[in-house]
């Protein structure tokens, strides 16, 4: 892969540059609940050296009922200023999945008009698998300011994809697996309905990974993205089912150069539980 400090960048690149003085290092792994890991708890045992550990539930609009919704701009500031990241710096997100919930991270910086962001691809696992180092340290701090230019066109809400559905001027690309999608499968959360927007194009996340969780090359990607029936022409709008996944599209979609995306924040933890907005089941 080519490395890309504003995308997505190896682990052979994070190595060469670990020692950089501005360089800082988020460990932002997140599992659904079924998965039964504690990831606080693994980070605190082994982590990236000098990597801050980023909770996406608690770094969140803590003012909605949905599940870690984007924060507030201030709140943003302030919980990246505590952990010493701001102005300058070269970011550099994983998670322990290998590919899951660093490109929500990626997304989130990107949203609040941060640029120097990437995902290590492959994350922990392959890190740890080529014997690079980790350490149990907590990482010394020290306050950066952070400048933050929301930007408005890399989010989506309720009405505005309801909008997208019925006008059919965006392509809707929902990153849940297949059975999730065509409603034979129940949701994780309980009280949601099953099925997916109307209108919406089935890409699982996974179908974008390779075997070791690192995202395939721009050209396989948009193959993937292709062979489900989305056309490339149309602005996209990623939906999963609480935010988390729909932004590994949204990095592939960075990657192949289709810049017209958009990430419906609330996505099917939203949308499955409002009951004025239609849902559709089978395949799209």
């Known amino acids: ?25 988020l460990d932002a792994s997140w599992y659904l609940p079924d998965a039964g890991r504690d990831p606080k708890a693994e980070y605190d045992a082994a ?15 803590h003012r909605s009922d949905l599940p ?17 990241v701001g102005d300058g710096h070269q970011v550099v997100v994983y998670d322990g999945a290998g590919l899951m919930s660093a490109a929500r991270v990626w997304w989130l910086f990107r949203l609040m008009g941060q640029e120097n962001v990437a995902v290590l691809d492959g994350g922990l696992p392959k ?29 989506r809400d309720v009405t505005q994809v ?31 309905r099953s099925g997916h927007i109307p209108g919406a194009r089935n890409v699982p996340f996974a179908d974008l990974l390779n075997a070791d969780s690192t995202l395939k090359d721009p050209e396989a990607c948009r193959a993937v993205f292709e062979a489900a029936g989305v056309d490339l022409d149309k602005p996209i709008i990623t939906s999963c089912g609480s935010g988390v996944t729909a932004a590994i599209l949204a990095l592939a979609l ?29 395949d799209a």
């Open 1 to 25: 892969m080519s490395d890309d400090p504003k995308t997505l960048v190896s682990t052979a690149w994070l190595a060469q540059h670990l020692k950089d003085p501005d360089l800082r290092i």
């Open 47 to 61: 982590h990236i050296p000098g990597a801050r550990f980023f909770d996406i539930d608690d770094i969140s609009d």
């Open 68 to 84: 870690h919704m984007a924060p507030p701009v201030e709140k943003f500031m302030s919980r990246l200023r505590a952990m010493g």
């Open 127 to 155: 890190w740890q698998a080529e014997g690079h180092p980790i350490e149990d340290m907590p990482p010394v701090i020290r306050d950066r300011h952070m400048t933050v230019r929301f930007q408005n066109h890399l989010v």
């Open 162 to 192: 309801s909008a997208a559905s019925k006008l059919e001027d965006h392509v809707i690309v929902d990153a849940r697996a297949a059975a999730r999608f065509r409603g034979e499968a129940p949701e994780p959360r309980e009280g949601l």
């Open 254 to 282: 960075e990657r192949m150069g289709h810049l017209q995306w958009s990430v419906y924040d609330g996505s099917w933890a939203e949308w499955g539980m409002f009951p004025t907005v239609p849902v559709a089941t089978g």
